[in-house]
């Protein structure tokens, strides 16, 4: 019996890795149970890569998965507030900080795409007012997208796991996790996808480490989705490596593709990597570790004994 008890519960109650596959175990189950009942009583578009179908898909998630921590919260005894998005002052400001950091890099990443005669632009994509319609619908969209998986992947998950492992082996197995789900469920992908995709989760548990919360991942991975597909109108190849419907500029992408990314935009290009170490260098020099640092883990529960 105090075998059992030495394996299940450290001198802090269950143990991260416990916890950690009770929530994994609720959402997957609880998920594929849902799915059901939620398609006979909720109409999704035909196309799944329109902004109306993504807004819906997405607060289901947002929803879902608060359910779910708010319950393993109440287990825990730890606010819900605790895993990631507390509601203080400053969220709003980080948030916009993050719409301001995840659109300038997918903006500077076309500049040598274009130079080297991988791009052409050739104007709006669409009327005034219909631009105008999609800029908003698609911002929410994708403002549904940064919340959800964000709240997903470094939320809950990442504060348990971090208890055990600490915060960067942690953030290291999540992020991979990240970037493997982009190889597996996506097609067209290629090897320099789910890489750079497993770096940005990286540089999100950074921004999360620095600022104490997601707002400024939530804002960024928002706005750098948004960038990309909405504004300058990248393939993607959730839909099939074409443009989503409703972009906003038309630009053309006809270099090789590991200049350009080919069929899964420019998060496949190469010269995403210069943009990342780019992020990672300025983003330690704006909030620097020994100043700005404000750990997501509670010092009292860092590891499990």
Known sequence: MNLLRRIFRGKRGWRAGWRFAVFLAIYLAAGKALDPAILAHIHFPERAFTWSSMLLNYLLDIAFLSAIVYLMSRIEREPFSSYGLPLVRNAGTLLWKGVLWGFV???LILIPIYLAG?????????????????????AAAMLALGFAEEFLFRGYALKTLAEGLGFWPAAIILSSIFGLLHLLLKPHEDWIDPISVSLYGLFWCLTLRRTGSLWFAVGFHAASDYADMVVFAEPNSGNDGKPIPGHLLDLRFHGPDWLTGGPRGTEASLVVFVILAGLFYFFSRAYPAAGNAV???????????
Not at 120 to 135: E, H, I, K, N, S
Not at 295 to 305: A, F, T
């Open 295 to 305: 750990s997501p883990v509670s010092p009292s529960r860092g590891h499990d004994d």
């Open 105 to 107: 890099p997918s903006a």
């Open 118 to 138: 991988g791009c052409t632009f050739y104007g709006l994509a669409l009327p005034v007012r219909q631009l105008l319609f999609y800029a908003i619908a698609w």
